[in-house]
C-alpha cells in the first residue's frame, strides 16, 4: 500500500521556521519525485517544491525561492521541506506528493497544518 505521511506541521511567527517531513512507503522511493504542495484557505492548490530521488533535481516556485529548501533522505524514502523566513502568506495545509516533476503526481499524503501568525 503506498502511504505518504507528512509530519512538522504548526504554529510559528513570521519570520520563523519548519521543517517538515514526508515518510514514502510502498513504492520503488527512487523512481518517483517528491513534490511539496499548499493549498490555504479559499484559494487553489500551489505546488511549492518538486525533488527528483533520482538525480536530486529540484525545483521551486517563485513565491518561496531563497526561503524554502527541499531535500531528500534516500536511505530513509523521507523528503523535507525546510521552510525559513515563513510569512503569514504562507499558512497553508501543505501535502507532499509522489510522481513526477513534470507530469503530475499519482499518490498524496493527508497533509500538514502550517500557520504563521503576526
Known amino acids: 500500500e503506498v502511504q505518504l505521511v507528512e509530519s512538522g506541521g504548526g504554529l510559528v511567527q513570521a519570520g520563523g521556521s519548519l521543517r517538515l517531513s514526508c515518510a514514502a512507503s510502498g513504492f520503488t522511493f527512487d523512481d518517483y519525485a517528491i513534490g511539496w504542495f499548499r493549498q490555504a484557505p479559499g484559494k487553489g492548490r500551489e505546488r511549492v517544491s518538486c525533488i527528483s530521488s533520482a538525480d536530486g533535481s529540484t525545483h521551486y516556485a517563485d513565491s518561496v525561492k531563497g526561503r524554502f529548501t527541499v531535500s531528500s533522505d534516500n536511505a530513509k524514502n523521507t523528503v523535507y521541506l525546510q521552510m525559513n523566513s515563513l510569512k503569514l502568506e504562507d499558512t497553508a495545509v501543505y501535502y507532499c506528493?509522489?510522481?513526477?516533476?513534470?507530469?503530475?503526481?499519482?499518490?498524496w499524503g493527508q497533509g500538514t497544518q502550517v500557520t504563521v501568525s503576526s
Open positions: 506528493a509522489a510522481g513526477n516533476c513534470e507530469m503530475g503526481h499519482d499518490y
